[in-house]
Each structure stands twice: as structure tokens, then as C-alpha cells.
């Protein structure tokens, strides 16, 4: 099971009322969106925010739900790049309430060459600001591996 401190950066995020389903927990496909605000903030904290140098898309995405989040609760989004692939990464994420395990997913992305959509390596000054960032490394595929 996944423990706070695997993550060197944690994206704080209020649940609101309209997040929730009939059944007063966090709806599921929220988490998603959750996931995503919290790599865009990861993103920024690394300096490749707002489109810069990588276009990243989304081709894989798993969620695993331990227990519900509701509306006003406080959580912490984790997020930890896993793997730095030829043309993709790996994200690992985990939403805590407290110390309480809520969610975890990982999303796998692709890098493409900006505006073709065209698979591309990350640009090496971003796998070394992940690199700097990261409590674990990220586990590396070349194209000899």
C-alpha cells in the first residue's frame, strides 16, 4: 500500500459540495480531475507549467478507491514521477485525508512534439527536474534497455 512519504510534493486541495454524488462522497471520475489539478501543480513546481517545452497526453489511466473523501474534507494530492520512458512517464498518486490512504492511480502519459502530437523523448533539462525532485528516482527506459 502506498505511504505519504514515498512523495516529495503533495498538492493540498479542499473537496466542494459540487464534486460529490447523491451519495455524499466524492464522485468517482472526480478523482481523475484530481489527479490531473495536482500534476499541473507538480509541473509548475519543476518549471514546465503552462505548455512550455513538453506536451504531455494521457494514454493509460488506473485508479484504485480504499475509502470515500466528502464534501469539505481536506485531502493531499501525491504525486511522484515512477518511470521516464522513451517517449513516456509514469505517475504514481495518492490522495490522503490525514494519514488515511483515500486513493491511488497511476496515469501514464506520452510526450509529444509541440503542436504535431508526435511521440518524442522528454527533453533531458525536464527528466533532470524530475530527477532533482524526487525523493526515489523514477526508473529509466532507454531506447537500448
Not at 483515500?102 to 522528454?122: D, M, Q, R, S
Request: include cysteine.
Amino acid at each position: 500500500m502506498t505511504a505519504r512519504d514515498q512523495f516529495a510534493f503533495f498538492h493540498p486541495l479542499r473537496v466542494r459540495w459540487a464534486e460529490c454524488d447523491p451519495q455524499g462522497i466524492v464522485f468517482n471520475a472526480n478523482y481523475l480531475l484530481y489527479f490531473d489539478v495536482a500534476v499541473t501543480e507538480y509541473l509548475r513546481k519543476i518549471g514546465f507549467s503552462g505548455g512550455g517545452m513538453v506536451e504531455l497526453f494521457i494514454v493509460n489511466a488506473r485508479t484504485d478507491f480504499r475509502a470515500p473523501a466528502a464534501a469539505d474534507d481536506l485531502v493531499d494530492i501525491g504525486v511522484r514521477c515512477m518511470r521516464i520512458g522513451n517517449t513516456s512517464l509514469e505517475f504514481a498518486f495518492a490522495i490522503f485525508r490525514g494519514e488515511e490512504l483515500l486513493t491511488e492511480g497511476v496515469l501514464t502519459y506520452v510526450n509529444a512534439i509541440k503542436g504535431t502530437k508526435t511521440p518524442a523523448p522528454p527533453p533531458p533539462a525536464f527528466i533532470e527536474a524530475i530527477e532533482a525532485l524526487e525523493i526515489t528516482p523514477p526508473q529509466r527506459k532507454t531506447a537500448a534497455a
